[in-house]
Protein backbone atom coordinates (compact mmCIF):
# COMPACT_ATOMS: atom_id res chain seq x y z
CA UNK A 1 0.00 0.00 0.00
CA UNK A 2 1.36 3.34 -0.94
CA UNK A 3 1.40 5.81 1.97
CA UNK A 4 1.16 9.50 1.53
CA UNK A 5 1.95 11.43 5.18
CA UNK A 6 1.76 15.23 5.22
CA UNK A 7 3.41 17.71 7.38
CA UNK A 8 2.35 19.94 9.50
CA UNK A 9 -0.59 18.36 10.30
CA UNK A 10 -1.72 22.04 11.35
CA UNK A 11 -0.31 25.50 10.52
CA UNK A 12 -1.94 28.69 11.78
CA UNK A 13 0.19 31.69 10.37
CA UNK A 14 -0.33 35.28 10.00
CA UNK A 15 -1.46 37.14 6.70
CA UNK A 16 1.55 38.13 4.99
CA UNK A 17 3.84 35.29 5.90
CA UNK A 18 5.33 32.40 3.93
CA UNK A 19 4.63 29.04 4.65
CA UNK A 20 5.91 25.56 3.32
CA UNK A 21 3.91 22.07 3.78
CA UNK A 22 4.77 18.75 2.43
CA UNK A 23 4.24 15.43 1.30
CA UNK A 24 6.23 12.53 1.74
CA UNK A 25 5.99 8.88 0.63
CA UNK A 26 8.34 5.67 0.50
CA UNK A 27 7.15 5.48 -2.88
CA UNK A 28 7.47 6.20 -6.50
CA UNK A 29 4.59 7.80 -7.94
CA UNK A 30 4.34 9.15 -11.76
CA UNK A 31 2.57 12.26 -11.00
CA UNK A 32 1.27 13.72 -7.86
CA UNK A 33 -1.41 16.59 -7.25
CA UNK A 34 -2.36 19.05 -4.78
CA UNK A 35 -6.02 19.69 -4.29
CA UNK A 36 -7.70 22.87 -1.34
CA UNK A 37 -10.81 21.75 0.27
CA UNK A 38 -12.67 24.17 1.58
CA UNK A 39 -15.10 23.72 4.57
CA UNK A 40 -18.47 22.03 3.40
CA UNK A 41 -16.81 21.54 -0.08
CA UNK A 42 -15.23 18.58 -2.06
CA UNK A 43 -11.44 19.09 -3.22
CA UNK A 44 -10.59 21.09 -5.84
CA UNK A 45 -7.00 20.16 -8.06
CA UNK A 46 -4.52 23.26 -7.68
CA UNK A 47 -1.43 21.23 -10.04
CA UNK A 48 -0.26 18.34 -11.69
CA UNK A 49 3.39 17.34 -11.33
CA UNK A 50 4.64 15.05 -13.42
CA UNK A 51 8.71 15.15 -14.06
CA UNK A 52 11.21 14.60 -10.89
CA UNK A 53 11.99 18.02 -10.17
CA UNK A 54 9.64 20.04 -11.48
CA UNK A 55 8.53 23.43 -10.63
CA UNK A 56 5.18 24.50 -11.30
CA UNK A 57 4.19 28.10 -10.07
CA UNK A 58 0.38 29.18 -9.81
CA UNK A 59 0.07 33.01 -8.37
CA UNK A 60 2.01 33.07 -4.95
CA UNK A 61 2.02 29.02 -5.07
CA UNK A 62 4.75 26.99 -5.82
CA UNK A 63 4.82 23.42 -6.31
CA UNK A 64 7.50 20.90 -6.51
CA UNK A 65 8.32 17.50 -6.88
CA UNK A 66 11.24 15.79 -5.62
CA UNK A 67 13.95 14.00 -7.65
CA UNK A 68 13.00 10.73 -7.04
CA UNK A 69 9.05 11.51 -7.38
CA UNK A 70 8.59 10.25 -3.85
CA UNK A 71 8.06 13.63 -2.37
CA UNK A 72 6.26 17.28 -3.43
CA UNK A 73 6.54 20.47 -1.90
CA UNK A 74 3.92 23.48 -1.26
CA UNK A 75 5.45 26.87 -1.06
CA UNK A 76 2.76 29.90 -0.37
CA UNK A 77 4.32 33.34 -0.51
CA UNK A 78 3.03 36.35 1.46
CA UNK A 79 -0.09 33.64 2.60
CA UNK A 80 -3.89 35.76 2.50
CA UNK A 81 -6.95 34.35 4.45
CA UNK A 82 -8.03 32.83 1.25
CA UNK A 83 -5.69 30.56 1.28
CA UNK A 84 -7.12 28.79 4.20
CA UNK A 85 -8.08 24.97 3.81
CA UNK A 86 -7.17 21.71 3.68
CA UNK A 87 -4.55 20.95 1.50
CA UNK A 88 -4.04 17.30 0.06
CA UNK A 89 -1.45 15.68 -2.41
CA UNK A 90 -2.38 12.78 -4.15
CA UNK A 91 -0.36 10.33 -5.78
CA UNK A 92 -0.91 8.13 -9.41
CA UNK A 93 0.20 5.77 -11.16
CA UNK A 94 -0.05 4.83 -15.01
CA UNK A 95 -2.05 2.24 -15.92
CA UNK A 96 -3.94 3.11 -12.61
CA UNK A 97 -6.46 5.12 -12.14
CA UNK A 98 -6.59 5.74 -8.48
CA UNK A 99 -5.26 8.39 -6.88
CA UNK A 100 -4.16 7.67 -2.94
CA UNK A 101 -4.74 10.93 -0.89
CA UNK A 102 -2.29 12.12 1.52
CA UNK A 103 -3.12 12.64 5.67
CA UNK A 104 -3.50 16.73 4.65
CA UNK A 105 -2.27 19.83 6.07
CA UNK A 106 -5.33 22.19 7.85
CA UNK A 107 -3.89 25.81 7.22
CA UNK A 108 -5.30 29.01 8.69
CA UNK A 109 -4.04 32.33 7.76
CA UNK A 110 -4.92 34.88 10.74
CA UNK A 111 -5.63 38.20 9.41
CA UNK B 1 -21.25 22.26 -16.70
CA UNK B 2 -22.83 22.27 -13.62
CA UNK B 3 -20.32 19.81 -11.79
CA UNK B 4 -20.50 16.56 -9.84
CA UNK B 5 -23.62 16.87 -8.51
CA UNK B 6 -24.32 14.53 -5.27
CA UNK B 7 -27.76 14.33 -3.09
CA UNK B 8 -28.60 14.79 -0.43
CA UNK B 9 -26.38 17.13 1.07
CA UNK B 10 -26.62 15.50 4.69
CA UNK B 11 -28.53 13.03 5.58
CA UNK B 12 -29.11 11.54 9.50
CA UNK B 13 -30.35 8.68 10.41
CA UNK B 14 -30.80 6.24 12.68
CA UNK B 15 -28.79 2.57 12.76
CA UNK B 16 -29.99 -0.23 11.35
CA UNK B 17 -31.56 1.71 8.49
CA UNK B 18 -31.17 1.91 4.88
CA UNK B 19 -29.10 4.81 3.32
CA UNK B 20 -28.83 5.82 -0.06
CA UNK B 21 -26.47 8.26 -1.47
CA UNK B 22 -26.96 9.20 -5.40
CA UNK B 23 -24.31 11.06 -7.83
CA UNK B 24 -24.43 12.52 -11.31
CA UNK B 25 -21.27 12.82 -12.77
CA UNK B 26 -19.90 15.76 -15.13
CA UNK B 27 -21.20 14.08 -18.82
CA UNK B 28 -18.14 12.61 -20.37
CA UNK B 29 -16.04 11.75 -17.67
CA UNK B 30 -15.83 7.93 -18.10
CA UNK B 31 -14.13 7.33 -14.56
CA UNK B 32 -16.66 7.72 -11.23
CA UNK B 33 -15.02 7.33 -7.82
CA UNK B 34 -16.42 6.86 -3.93
CA UNK B 35 -14.64 8.59 -1.38
CA UNK B 36 -15.42 8.45 2.23
CA UNK B 37 -13.61 11.36 4.77
CA UNK B 38 -13.27 11.24 8.17
CA UNK B 39 -10.92 13.45 10.48
CA UNK B 40 -9.10 10.00 11.71
CA UNK B 41 -8.47 8.23 8.53
CA UNK B 42 -8.96 11.17 5.79
CA UNK B 43 -9.79 10.33 2.00
CA UNK B 44 -10.74 7.03 1.34
CA UNK B 45 -11.24 5.11 -2.07
CA UNK B 46 -14.38 3.11 -1.28
CA UNK B 47 -14.66 2.07 -5.15
CA UNK B 48 -14.47 3.31 -8.89
CA UNK B 49 -16.57 2.61 -11.98
CA UNK B 50 -14.97 2.96 -15.97
CA UNK B 51 -17.55 3.34 -18.48
CA UNK B 52 -20.41 1.83 -15.29
CA UNK B 53 -18.51 -1.37 -14.55
CA UNK B 54 -17.16 -1.69 -11.21
CA UNK B 55 -12.92 -2.00 -11.15
CA UNK B 56 -11.98 -1.50 -8.09
CA UNK B 57 -13.86 -2.19 -5.03
CA UNK B 58 -11.17 -3.21 -2.41
CA UNK B 59 -12.11 -0.25 -0.32
CA UNK B 60 -15.65 -0.74 0.53
CA UNK B 61 -15.71 -1.67 4.21
CA UNK B 62 -18.02 -4.46 4.06
CA UNK B 63 -20.50 -6.03 2.80
CA UNK B 64 -23.20 -4.03 4.31
CA UNK B 65 -22.14 -1.29 1.52
CA UNK B 66 -22.88 -1.52 -2.25
CA UNK B 67 -22.17 1.01 -4.79
CA UNK B 68 -23.78 0.33 -8.27
CA UNK B 69 -23.97 2.74 -11.68
CA UNK B 70 -26.69 1.87 -13.62
CA UNK B 71 -25.57 3.95 -16.63
CA UNK B 72 -23.12 6.85 -17.43
CA UNK B 73 -25.21 10.12 -15.69
CA UNK B 74 -25.86 8.31 -12.16
CA UNK B 75 -24.24 6.16 -9.74
CA UNK B 76 -25.23 5.11 -5.79
CA UNK B 77 -24.20 4.16 -2.90
CA UNK B 78 -26.00 2.16 -0.39
CA UNK B 79 -25.36 0.89 3.34
CA UNK B 80 -27.61 -1.67 4.95
CA UNK B 81 -27.96 -2.12 7.74
CA UNK B 82 -26.16 1.38 8.56
CA UNK B 83 -24.15 1.97 11.89
CA UNK B 84 -22.61 4.90 13.99
CA UNK B 85 -19.25 4.41 12.44
CA UNK B 86 -20.42 4.73 8.90
CA UNK B 87 -21.35 8.71 10.09
CA UNK B 88 -18.46 10.46 7.04
CA UNK B 89 -18.67 12.70 4.38
CA UNK B 90 -19.10 10.58 1.25
CA UNK B 91 -18.00 12.32 -2.08
CA UNK B 92 -18.30 11.50 -5.42
CA UNK B 93 -15.58 12.44 -8.03
CA UNK B 94 -15.48 11.28 -11.87
CA UNK B 95 -12.52 12.30 -14.45
CA UNK B 96 -11.48 11.74 -17.75
CA UNK B 97 -9.27 8.68 -16.78
CA UNK B 98 -5.20 8.79 -17.12
CA UNK B 99 -5.02 8.98 -13.08
CA UNK B 100 -6.86 12.12 -13.51
CA UNK B 101 -3.59 13.19 -14.69
CA UNK B 102 -4.41 15.73 -17.24
CA UNK B 103 -7.54 16.97 -15.56
CA UNK B 104 -7.77 15.94 -11.87
CA UNK B 105 -10.81 14.74 -10.28
CA UNK B 106 -13.73 16.66 -9.98
CA UNK B 107 -15.60 16.18 -6.92
CA UNK B 108 -19.10 16.91 -5.22
CA UNK B 109 -19.97 18.54 -2.67
CA UNK B 110 -20.36 15.52 -0.62
CA UNK B 111 -23.00 14.05 1.40
CA UNK B 112 -22.95 14.36 5.29
CA UNK B 113 -23.79 10.67 6.88
CA UNK B 114 -25.01 11.06 10.64
CA UNK B 115 -26.36 7.54 11.91
CA UNK B 116 -27.39 7.82 15.64
Known amino acids: TQLLEQSPQFLSIQEGENLTVYCNSSSVFSSLQWYRQEPGEGPVLLVT?????EVKKLKRLTFQFGDARKDSSLHITAAQPGDTGLYLC???????????FGTGTRLTIIP | DAGVIQSPRHEVTEMGQEVTLRCKPI?????LFWYRQTMMRGLELLIYFNNNVPIDDSGMPEDRFSAKMPNASFSTLKIQPSEPRDSAVYFC??????????????FGSGTRLTVV
Open chain 1, 90 to 100: AGSNFGNEKLT
Open chain 2, 93 to 106: ASSHGTGGYDYGYT
Open chain 2, 27 to 31: SGHDY
Open chain 1, 49 to 53: VVTGG
